[in-house]
T-cell receptor, first 113, second 112 residues
Framework: KAGVTQTPRYLIKTRGQQVTLSCSPI?????VSWYQQTPGQGLQFLFE???????NKGNFPGRFSGRQFSNSRSEMNVSTLELGDSALYLC????????????FGSGTQLSVL | DAKTTQPPSMDCAEGRAANLPCNHS???????VYWYRQIHSQGPQYIIH???NNETNEMASLIITEDRKSSTLILPHATLRDTAVYYC?????????????FGGGTRLMVKP
């Protein structure tokens, strides 16, 4: 079974631009969650989607948004990029989301210049 | 979810057991203890989880104290590839979704 796939692996953007990151979960998994990892703040939860509906949301501004498609693939979007958005963005999937173990992708490293 | 406290770093000799402690003194009765690890430049990897009984799988053992206020992750024979940051997470075991709260974790360095 293929693991969680995130694209692109690396991304460089400039302030004010927007960016879309993609995540393909493990086949059969319906829950996809997103995390941001920075050296200063560590790993922080962004949001979770389950069957195309946002189920949980972390404490991030509205510039961060996401969606999930009917095939469970998910995208997250960050608009009006700021320097502080530079981070590793991780996607994780699980089958049901009921104290299931999460499977993480390798992440997208975003650099905002 | 309850807060966890872990030592920021630990060393372990290759081939020896690595015992990683975690304090979760405010844990509630319905909260599970989870362990994940993150090897450099990779996403976190699930290791093990438990409620109140000790658990063992192919990767590690989890020992939870009787009062559930602390736990220990044991890697029985640490290898260089076990060098990673280990996260202890406490979360509610119901259908509340997959919002994990990661703390600072313990950076385990396995030395030859």
């Amino acid at each position: 079974k293929a693991g969680v796939t995130q694209t692109p692996r690396y991304l460089i953007k400039t302030r004010g631009q927007q960016v879309t990151l993609s995540c393909s979960p493990i086949s059969g998994h319906r829950s996809v969650s997103w995390y941001q990892q920075t050296p200063g703040q560590g790993l922080q939860f962004l949001f979770e989607y389950f069957s195309e509906t946002q189920r949980n949301k972390g404490n991030f501004p509205g510039r961060f948004s996401g969606r999930q498609f009917s095939n469970s693939r998910s995208e997250m979007n960050v608009s009006t990029l700021e320097l502080g958005d530079s981070a590793l963005y991780l996607c994780a999937s699980s089958s049901e989301g009921h104290h299931e173990k999460l499977f993480f992708g390798s992440g997208t490293q975003l650099s905002v210049l | 979810d309850a807060k966890t406290t872990q030592p920021p770093s630990m060393d372990c000799a290759e081939g020896r057991a690595a015992n990683l402690p975690c304090n979760h003194s405010t844990i509630s009765g319905n909260e599970y203890v989870y362990w994940y690890r993150q090897i450099h430049s990779q996403g976190p990897q699930y290791i093990i989880h438990g409620l109140k009984n000790n658990e063992t799988n192919e990767m590690a053992s989890l020992i939870i104290t009787e009062d559930r206020k602390s736990s220990t992750l044991i890697l029985p024979h640490a290898t260089l590839r076990d060098t990673a940051v280990y996260y202890c997470i406490v979360r509610v075991g119901n259908n509340a979704g997959n919002m994990l709260t990661f703390g600072g974790g313990t950076r385990l360095m396995v030395k030859p």
